[in-house]
């Protein structure tokens, strides 16, 4: 972590070198004044020199307006740079989650997330402006206040450093609590978010209000806010603590040092001016020790946060592009080849970090073979229609299609190419599948439409709304295009959410489409209407479609039936029925709408 961190200050090495340098000026300007004050008794007030007294004096003004000017540049340099690497760490960390495969966002908990980007963020934010210029600025006044005492009088210096060791060792035990405390609120804080997120969306609130479960809900979001207070609690009791065993130490070493050095000035060992000096840089001794302590909290704060983010960064995706990994070559439309093709999801373990998946997640096993050695060629051009019993693994082969996951054996190819061997951009960019659920964001219609296509003009916009049986609706509302369709699209239908999406699919313009239960939520009248319109776009595009819903699939060229992760029977419609097998039985089962014959 440390060498992490140490390669991540490199980059801003020139910036930092110089408020350092900012810092040792400002505060070795602090210890000056002490000095000139000794001086000002001695040569000035106790020889009766008014002329050496005015000098001093004019000296004390230039050293004091010295140290305003590098005081303040120091504050605005080192917020500067703090913010600087605070945006830097964000975006690092915003890239790598982007990298993540669909399985460390299944895995992981979406609060967890959150709070790594937000809360840790500003955590390391906070040590970068505030905890280690502090540190620095009193590791300097330290530094400097004791070479100053040596120089005064070493005997004195001597007696203070046998407080160090009693410093140190009260320092570091505390220290150890405290960091421990610390990654448990953090961890708690997260767990709090995460149950924030999902229980208050909408869907979250709704499925509670109707299963009458709102007071164990509270219960549990009592149990996880009352964990956090006691560990907040104990935080500031151990840092606390620390800070009162100082200010004793500190205070009983400063009796201890008006005592011995007053003795001496009695027997004339030293000056007035050398004992007031002398008192004076004790306290400028002591003061950085108790500032280090406190920053002593904040420091393993951060550094847990710091630590916390690392281990995201550190996180190696399961899915990337190989070094070799290429583009598809343009043309038309792609061939879609499943080749032997077994897959089993992985268990959770490995996917994500264990303190994002909470330990539940984290000790789920396998649940066995999803496809089992499943054969399936879809030539340029081609529509074909995927059936089966629910959990058959037919949504499976559009995940593996866009290598959401990648098959355990077996290969994917898409226009001739394995998709391993394709860069995810490309085979994103010629594949896109519309789900069932498919997510919408909540911003207006024309938001969401223009993720993808971000320079479509309202005449496309307007044309694909059109095709996608939506822009009636569209036209009706109020706001029309800018009309907000609420969290995760929940202020529009079921029906509604496929159909904007379905007009994103037109906007995207993919050579190999994947309609996966995509229009199950339409009324029959409106299906059809959207089947006659999109069969122009369809006929130029290799095309999946997966559905329950046998009349969706219907005119497909060829229609495929899977059962168990195996395909078990191929054909057209017709030749499906007489076969007699599992498509004629799921014929039956499923209600028939009048124009079915
Ligand atoms: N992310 C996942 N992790 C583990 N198992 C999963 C995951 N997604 C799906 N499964 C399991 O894989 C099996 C196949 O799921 P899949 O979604 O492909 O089925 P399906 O045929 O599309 O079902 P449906 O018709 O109900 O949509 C199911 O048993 C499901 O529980």
């Given at each position: 972590m440390t060498r992490d961190f140490a390669r991540f200050l490199r980059r801003f090495a020139g910036r930092i070198s110089l408020l350092l340098i900012l810092i040792v000026v400002q505060s070795a300007l602090s210890i000056i004044p002490i000095l000139i004050g000794q001086l000002v008794i001695d040569e000035g007030v106790l020889a009766g020199d008014a002329a050496r007294l005015t000098q001093l004096g004019m000296f004390l003004v230039a050293v004091a307006c010295m140290h305003s000017v590098t005081a303040f540049a120091e504050r605005a340099f080192a917020a500067r740079i703090g913010e600087d690497m605070v945006l830097r760490l964000r975006l690092d960390l915003y890239d790598h989650l982007r990298q993540q495969s669909v399985g460390f966002f299944n895995s992981a908990k979406t609060g967890a997330i959150a709070s790594r980007v937000h809360g840790d963020v500003t955590g390391v934010q906070r040590l970068i402006s505030g905890t280690l210029p502090s540190v620095v600025s009193a590791a300097v006044t330290l530094l400097s206040a004791g070479i100053a005492l040596i120089i005064l009088e070493w005997r004195l210096a001597v007696a203070v450093l046998v407080a160090v060791p009693l410093v140190y060792g009260v320092t570091a035990w505390i220290s150890r609590a405290l960091k421990i405390v610390t990654r448990k609120k953090l961890t708690a804080n997260a767990t709090l978010v995460s149950r924030v997120v999902e229980r208050f969306s909408a869907a979250g609130v709704e499925t509670i209000q109707q299963y009458g479960c709102a007071q164990l809900e509270r219960a549990a979001f009592n149990v996880d806010a009352m964990r956090i207070r006691d560990l907040a609690v104990r935080q500031v009791m151990l840092g606390a603590g620390l800070s009162a065993a100082l200010t004793l130490t500190m205070g009983v070493a400063t009796a201890g040092a008006y005592v011995v050095t007053g003795l001496w000035t009695i027997s004339g060992t030293v000056s007035m001016g050398t004992m007031v000096a002398m008192v004076a840089l004790l306290a400028r001794l002591y003061s950085p020790v108790v500032t280090l302590s406190g920053i002593k909290v904040d420091l393993v704060a951060a550094l847990v946060s710091l630590n916390r983010v690392q281990e995201v960064l550190n996180f190696?995706?399961?899915i990337m592009d190989r070094p070799d990994a290429r583009k598809l070559p343009p043309g038309q439309g792609a061939s879609v080849v499943f080749s032997n093709v077994s897959f089993e999801y992985p268990?959770?373990?490995?996917?994500?970090i264990p303190s994002l998946m909470g330990e539940k997640l984290d000790k789920q096993a396998p649940r066995g073979p999803?496809?089992?050695r499943f054969d399936l060629t879809v030539e340029p051009g081609m529509t074909v229609g995927v059936v089966g019993?629910?959990?058959?693994?037919k949504s499976t082969l559009a995940r593996l299609l866009v290598r959401s996951w990648e098959a355990t054996s077996g290969r994917v190819l898409v226009g001739g190419m394995d998709v391993r061997r394709l860069t995810l951009e490309s085979l994103r960019s010629t594949i896109c599948v519309v789900s069932q659920a498919p997510f919408l964001f909540n911003d207006s219609i024309r938001a969401n439409l223009l993720m993808?296509?971000?320079?479509?003009d309202e005449d496309e916009l307007v044309s694909v709304c059109r095709d996608a049986q939506i822009w009636s609706v569209i036209e009706a509302?109020?706001?029309?295009?800018?009309?907000i369709v609420g969290d995760g699209g929940l202020q529009m239908s079921g029906g509604e959410r496929q159909r904007i999406s379905i007009a994103r699919l037109l906007l995207r313009d993919p050579r190999v489409v994947v309609?996966?239960?995509?229009?199950?939520?339409?009324d029959n009248a409106t299906e059809n209407a959207l089947q006659q319109s999109l069969q122009p776009y369809l006929k130029q595009r290799t095309c999946l479609i997966i559905a329950h819903r046998l009349a969706t699939v219907r005119h497909a060229d060829l229609i495929v039936v899977m059962e168990g992760g195996s395909l078990v029977e191929k054909g057209c419609h017709n030749d499906l029925i007489e076969a007699g097998g599992l498509y004629t039985r799921l014929s039956r089962s499923i209600p028939r709408y009048p124009h079915e014959s």
């Open positions: 190696k995706p399961h268990s959770s373990t490995g996917l994500s999803t496809l089992d019993l629910s959990g058959a693994g993808a296509k971000p320079d479509a509302a109020p706001d029309g295009l800018e009309t309609l996966d239960e995509a229009t199950s939520h339409l």
